[in-house]
């Protein structure tokens, strides 16, 4: 009896660890794709809005502006009202994943 409930989860563990192992490459793949997607997205809001040489971007994803967080990066930013531009050289290097 202890030889076949050895064979049987030698059989599980042989058919079931590829499996797993494949599922966990697909979904590290998945996930790098859906970054690269966020990235490249912000990369093209941030070159046609001015909202990265403002004074109140925070390069923050979930709080982007701290005057209008419902208008950065989008189309309507172009004719922001709160615009302030910033001198500092840093200000622009600010990203919510290099923190």
Known sequence: MEAFITNCSLFIAVLLGPLMLLSLMVW???QAFVELKYKVIRFYRM???PCGQCLYYTGC?????????C???TKAA???QD???TDSPHHRELDYYKL
């Not at 994803?61 to 967080?69: D, R």
Request: aromatic fraction near 8%; charge should be neutral.
């Open 28 to 30: 590290f793949t998945v």
């Open 61 to 69: 994803k979930e709080l982007a502006c701290t005057v209008q967080p």
């Open 71 to 73: 208008l950065a990066l």
């Open 47 to 49: 070159r046609s809005t």
């Open 78 to 80: 172009n004719d922001c």
């Open 83 to 85: 615009f302030t531009p």
